[in-house]
């Protein structure tokens, strides 16, 4: 499997199925055929883009991955890559989590440890894990503290930590945001050693479910200087930055066109499958043109 590189984060919600909302209808959050829907659709969407360029069978495995409810994760597993669900041919995505527990083991109820998550994966691929998302900084006070030691435990396993960064509207608007991720970045990574692979999604707190994206260019610059620091203050070797913050399929072109903008975390766009299938056509598209 590929590193995922453009991640749906579908949070405490179920992919949209016909016109109802989602967030309205929660016995739907476990139903088979609600995600199998969300496939199908996001399959064919990929598919008919390849058929159409007379590519078939190319993306067995793919930079895409997503973030479903940990109650959906075993659906999502077994619907990804299923002939039923796109006979003919297996594109497959990485199936990952949106948290994690900083502690390996003891008296902290409702959490879940990194290698209980480790564990809990029917199949034997690439899977990922957010962590420090703004949402859980916000409401569950998570500290920078706390995201290093959730870091730490997720290279103790084969999880790919997907690390948020990111600075608020006050901070953005006082011209403070190199400083607040340089803070962020010498407190997570403190002097850390490692060879695994480590994504980070550069996410301005102002852009994630605002309809304003950042701008690309500006973003561009800043993911130059997240990569420079990460380097500066820790020795992995590459690390992939992401960036998140009201993506769409019509505005991702011009974000994945810039040199130091890996790939995309996108929330709300991605519980539309066609709307989160252009997204990656679109990132195929410019890879394709890279080459
Ligand atoms: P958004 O969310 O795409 O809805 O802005 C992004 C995120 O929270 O990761």
Same mark, same amino acid.
């Given at each position: 499997? !590929?590193?995922?590189?453009v991640i749906?984060?579908? @949070?405490?919600?179920? *992919?949209?199925?016909?016109?109802?909302?989602?967030?309205?209808?929660?016995?739907?959050a476990?139903?088979?055929?609600?995600?199998?829907?969300?496939?199908?659709?996001?399959?064919?969407?990929? =598919?008919?883009?390849?058929?159409?360029r007379?590519v078939?069978?190319?993306?067995?495995c793919?930079?895409?991955?997503?973030?479903?409810?940990?109650t959906?994760?075993?659906?999502?597993?077994?619907?990804n890559?299923?002939?039923?669900?796109? *006979? /003919?041919?297996?594109? !497959?995505?990485?199936? /990952?989590? $949106?948290?994690?527990?900083?502690?390996?083991?003891g008296?902290r #109820?409702?959490?879940? &440890?990194?290698?209980? +998550?480790?564990?809990?994966?029917l199949?034997?691929?690439? &899977?990922?894990?957010?962590?420090?998302?703004?949402?859980r900084?916000?409401?569950?006070?998570?500290?920078?503290?706390?995201i290093?030691? @959730?870091? =730490?435990?997720?290279?103790?396993?084969?999880?790919v930590?997907?690390?948020?960064?990111?600075?608020? +509207?006050?901070?953005f608007?006082?011209?403070?945001?190199?400083?607040?991720?340089?803070?962020?970045?010498?407190?997570?990574?403190?002097?850390?050693?490692?060879? =695994? !692979?480590?994504?980070?999604?550069?996410?301005?707190?102002?852009?994630?479910?605002s309809?304003?994206p950042?701008?690309?260019?500006?973003?561009?610059?800043?993911?130059k200087?997240?990569?420079?620091?990460?380097?500066?203050?820790?020795k992995?070797t590459?690390?992939?930055v +992401?960036?998140?913050? &009201?993506?769409?399929?019509?505005?991702?072109k011009s974000?994945?066109? $810039?040199?130091?903008?890996?790939?995309? +975390?996108?929330?709300?766009?991605?519980l539309?499958?066609?709307?989160f299938?252009?997204?990656?056509?679109?990132?195929?598209?410019q890879m394709? #043109? $890279?080459?």
């Amino acid at each position: 499997m !590929n590193l995922p590189l453009v991640i749906a984060n579908w @949070k405490m919600n179920i *992919p949209y199925f016909d016109e109802k909302d989602p967030k309205e209808d929660f016995e739907w959050a476990m139903h088979w055929k609600h995600i199998q829907h969300w496939f199908f659709k996001f399959h064919s969407t990929i =598919k008919d883009y390849q058929w159409n360029r007379g590519v078939v069978d190319e993306y067995l495995c793919t930079p895409f991955g997503i973030a479903p409810p940990l109650t959906s994760v075993h659906t999502c597993e077994e619907n990804n890559g299923s002939d039923e669900v796109s *006979p /003919g041919s297996y594109i !497959n995505v990485s199936i /990952g989590f $949106q948290d994690v527990s900083s502690h390996r083991s003891g008296a902290r #109820t409702g959490e879940m &440890s990194a290698s209980m +998550l480790a564990g809990y994966l029917l199949r034997d691929d690439y &899977s990922f894990c957010i962590i420090g998302h703004s949402e859980r900084r916000e409401f569950q006070k998570e500290t920078d503290e706390v995201i290093s030691e @959730k870091l =730490k435990r997720l290279l103790e396993t084969d999880i790919v930590p997907v690390v948020c960064i990111g600075e608020t +509207l006050k901070d953005f608007e006082k011209g403070l945001t190199k400083e607040i991720l340089k803070n962020q970045i010498d407190v997570i990574f403190n002097s850390l050693e490692s060879d =695994k !692979n480590i994504i980070l999604a550069y996410e301005p707190v102002w852009a994630i479910g605002s309809g304003k994206p950042a701008v690309p260019t500006d973003v561009n610059e800043i993911h130059k200087f997240i990569k420079d620091t990460v380097q500066s203050c820790a020795k992995i070797t590459d690390i992939n930055v +992401l960036y998140g913050g &009201s993506v769409n399929a019509e505005n991702s072109k011009s974000f994945f066109e $810039q040199k130091y903008i890996d790939g995309a +975390l996108v929330g709300g766009a991605s519980l539309d499958p066609v709307e989160f299938g252009k997204i990656c056509i679109n990132y195929i598209h410019q890879m394709e #043109t $890279q080459e």
